[in-house]
Nanobody
Framework: QLHLVESGGGLVQAGGSLRLSCAVS????????MAWFRQAPGKEREFVAF????????SYGNSVKGRFTISRDNTKNTLYLQMNSLKPEDTAAYYC?????????????????WGQGTQVTVSS
């Protein structure tokens, strides 16, 4: 089982940027596909971005395409989410997740290990 710890959340004005990190430990990081999800109060958890084991394939939710970039550094066992042009509707708790499957993409049930989340708040 992996241990995932998110960081980098905070309060930012609309139009600003944040970079989230997810430090992973426990097993071989490069054996896992990774993703970011988010959940706003009163809403269902939403897919944000996916990256495959070696970082060559990425996928994004429609609401963040062109603004967010997912990446990973397998030498540092760390996943990243660069968030630019933030909007108030991006306000949510952001979670990183790991899957041993080849291409879990946006399927939440395919992710077995989750972090505790980091809060992002975007003010208008």
């Amino acid at each position: 089982q992996l241990h995932l710890v998110e960081s980098g959340g905070g309060l930012v004005q609309a139009g600003g940027s944040l970079r989230l990190s997810c430090a992973v430990s426990g097993r071989s990081f490069n054996g896992y596909a990774m993703a970011w999800f988010r959940q706003a109060p009163g809403k269902e958890r939403e897919f944000v971005a996916f990256i495959n084991q070696i970082g060559g394939i990425t996928s994004y939710g429609n609401s963040v395409k062109g603004r967010f970039t997912i990446s990973r550094d397998n030498t540092k066992n760390t996943l990243y989410l660069q968030m630019n042009s933030l909007k108030p509707e991006d306000t949510a708790a952001y979670y990183c997740a790991a899957s041993a499957r080849a291409m879990p993409l946006n399927m939440q049930t395919s992710y077995n290990d989750w972090g505790q989340g980091t809060q992002v708040t975007v003010s208008s």
